[in-house]
Structures are given as C-alpha cells and as structure tokens.
C-alpha cells in the first residue's frame, strides 16, 4: 500500500517514536511526533515553546488548540504528500474530533489506528532508564540497551547522551496519569470506525516491528 496514513497510539516509554522511525524508514513516510515538535519549539523559545514548556515540565498535556494548528499546518508540508505516522496525536478526543474534520477537509483519509500496548508496571522501568544520542538521535537505555561501546553512539561515534527533561520518576506518573485520563478513551473511537489495530509492545523490539510491518502489509 504506498501512501500510508497511520496514527500510532499507545502509553508514553511504550516504544511507539522508536516504532514511527522505523515505519518511516521502512516506507518512506514521515514521523510526526508532537513530542519532538514541542521540544524543539522550546529550545527554539518560539511563542509556542514558551507556553508548552512549563507544561510538559509538570507532565500534563498542552492545549488542544496549539496541538491542531501544529498538526494542521504540518500535515500540508510537501513532504507529508507520501504518507505520515502521527506520533504522539491525537491525545485527547477533541484532538481526534478536530483531526476527522481537519483531514476530511484536506481529503485526506487515514489507512490504520494502531496501538501498541504496555501495561504501566512496565513503562516506569523503560522511560526512567532512556537517553538519547545528542548528534545522531540513536536511542539508548541503562538496562535493555547500552551502547556497545560505553560513552560511544553505535551508529554516529557521538559521545554525547541526552536524557528528556520529563523523564523523572515523579514526571512519569503525572503522563501516565494524563494518558489513562485523556488519551485512552480513543481507543473506543478508534475501535467504533473500526480502523483499531492493537499490537502487544510488551516484546522485544524487532518482534513489535515484525508485527507492525504484518499489519501493515507491503
Ligand atoms: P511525547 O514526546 O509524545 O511523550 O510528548 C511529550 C509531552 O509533550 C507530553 O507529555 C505533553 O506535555 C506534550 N504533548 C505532546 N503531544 C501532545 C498532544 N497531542 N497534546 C497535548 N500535549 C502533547
């Protein structure tokens, strides 16, 4: 199928950035990810950074209507032609509302709503132990995946590692929180258009993508 429009859904340390990258690579259609968007508005000071940073900071979500215009104005970008992976979008039903209107009046329809489910027990463990290679992106965690080289990027030779600023244990439970609150009465949406797909995350990596590639087809 080329041109492929998803959504990719699922709890946050639940792997799905690290899945929308390998979709992107793997069909040649763009990762959308809120997530990076905010955070690069807020090392950038730009107006819309300046009001979202305190609020990622305290782990809740930012207001819908910066999220729309975000992803509104994104999605009609040249290189969103071939398809894309909303990452992190909709989290909330009004988000989704706005986003059925938004694509309709684009004629844009969406091929597939996934999500990849973790259980919580297990996303405390995986968000608190991730960081990130500063030059290339790669990313990295204390217990599941080092780089092969202490201190060195396995892919780009980079020596400096980041680590998000919303990571923190205390952090974490204010995001899940907002995700059981807000983001999960999506699924039910989602599930009633019958576009739902819902992969289980809790596995190895490469099993998830083998997963996401079967549903996903050629
Ligand atoms: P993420 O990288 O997807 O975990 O997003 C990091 C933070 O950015 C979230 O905890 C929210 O504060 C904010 N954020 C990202 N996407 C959205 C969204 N669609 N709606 C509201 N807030 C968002």
């Given at each position: 199928?080329?041109?492929?429009?998803?959504?990719?859904?699922?709890?946050?340390?639940?792997?799905?950035?690290?899945?929308?990258?390998?979709?992107?690579?793997r069909?040649?259609?763009?990762?959308?990810s809120?997530?990076?968007?905010?955070?690069?508005a807020?090392?950038?000071?730009?107006?819309?950074?300046?009001?979202?940073?305190?609020?990622?900071?305290?782990?809740?979500?930012?207001?819908?209507?910066?999220?729309?215009?975000?992803?509104?104005?994104?999605?009609d970008?040249?290189?969103?032609?071939n398809?894309?992976?909303?990452?992190?979008?909709?989290?909330?039903?009004?988000?989704?509302?706005?986003?059925?209107?938004?694509?309709?009046?684009?004629?844009?329809?969406?091929?597939?709503?996934?999500?990849?489910?973790?259980?919580?027990?297990?996303?405390i463990?995986?968000?608190?132990?991730?960081?990130?290679?500063?030059?290339?992106?790669?990313?990295?965690?204390?217990?599941?995946?080092?780089?092969?080289?202490?201190?060195?990027?396995?892919?780009?030779?980079?020596?400096?590692?980041?680590?998000?600023?919303?990571?923190?244990?205390?952090?974490?439970?204010?995001?899940?929180?907002?995700?059981?609150?807000?983001?999960?009465?999506?699924?039910?949406?989602?599930?009633?258009?019958?576009?739902?797909?819902?992969?289980?995350?809790?596995?190895?990596?490469?099993?998830?993508?083998?997963?996401l590639?079967?549903?996903?087809?050629?």
């Open positions: 199928m080329a041109g492929k429009r998803l959504i990719l859904m699922g709890p946050p340390g639940g792997g799905k950035g690290t899945q929308a990258k390998r979709l992107q690579d069909y040649g259609i763009v990762q959308l809120t997530g990076d968007m905010l955070r690069a807020v090392k950038a000071g730009t107006p819309v950074g300046l009001k979202a940073k305190a609020v990622m900071d305290a782990g809740q979500l930012v207001s819908d209507d910066i999220m729309i215009n975000l992803i509104s104005e994104r999605i970008q040249k290189d969103c032609a398809g894309f992976i909303l990452d992190g979008f909709p989290r909330t039903l009004a988000q989704a509302e706005a986003l059925d209107k938004l694509l309709k009046d684009k004629g844009i329809k969406l091929d597939k709503v996934i999500e990849v489910a973790v259980p919580d027990e297990r996303l463990e995986r968000i608190t132990g991730r960081f990130t290679c500063g030059t290339c992106g790669e990313g990295y965690h204390d217990k599941f995946k080092q780089p092969k080289r202490p201190g060195v990027c396995d892919v780009c030779g980079g020596t400096s590692f980041t680590r998000r600023a919303d990571d923190k244990a205390e952090t974490v439970v204010a995001r899940l929180k907002a995700y059981h609150d807000q983001t999960s009465p999506l699924m039910p949406y989602y599930k009633a258009k019958g576009t739902l797909e819902v992969i289980d995350g809790d596995r190895d990596m490469d099993v998830v993508s083998r997963d590639e079967r549903v996903l087809g050629t």
